[in-house]
């Protein structure tokens, strides 16, 4: 089944927080646990950010923002019991189609480095580590970020880059 990719409406915006609790299920099965808190999609909500999702209803989002003068993915997430089928993939498209068009150079994120559906999974689709003396001062504070939160206590993290012709 196909799941058409559009920016998010209000209504969809509600729902989006279940998404990303069911996939976080996911990391919970290989003892990622992540400290409570607010969602990142309502983060990302609050901040204006840019939301896409796949579905209507949704079974998907991306969440997407300026850092460093190019496009950041902050999250992607797929309701966990669709996972595997590509949704993901197709919201990945439409960030970095949508980040081309709008003249980005790339599209950065923070993930996991060794969780197969994070580092590995962004690796298959364009991106590689952006080494630390490429870091923009904003993409440095997001970092700094984590470590504060204690993401960095649940596994090892890297900032990946998808360059965009």
Do not use: C
């Amino acid at each position: 089944m196909g799941y058409e990719v559009r920016a998010a409406r209000p209504g969809d915006l509600a729902g989006l927080p279940a998404i990303e609790s069911s996939g976080d299920a996911m990391f919970a099965e290989i003892g990622i646990v992540f400290p409570p808190a607010p969602t990142v999609v309502e983060q990302m909500i609050g901040k204006g950010a840019e939301i896409l999702v796949a579905g209507d209803p949704p079974v998907g989002f991306a969440a997407v923002e300026e850092v460093d003068g190019a496009v950041h993915l902050e999250q992607i997430s797929v309701r966990g019991d669709l996972a595997g089928r590509g949704i993901g993939a197709r919201l990945l498209d439409e960030v970095k189609a949508r980040a081309a068009a709008a003249g980005s150079p790339g599209v950065s994120l923070l993930t996991f480095r060794d969780v197969p559906w994070n580092g590995p999974w962004y690796a298959r689709h364009g991106f590689v580590d952006l080494p630390e003396e490429r870091w923009g001062p904003e993409i440095r504070s997001y970092w700094d970020a984590e470590v504060k939160a204690g993401l960095h206590e649940l596994g090892p993290r890297l900032v990946m880059w998808a360059p965009l012709a």
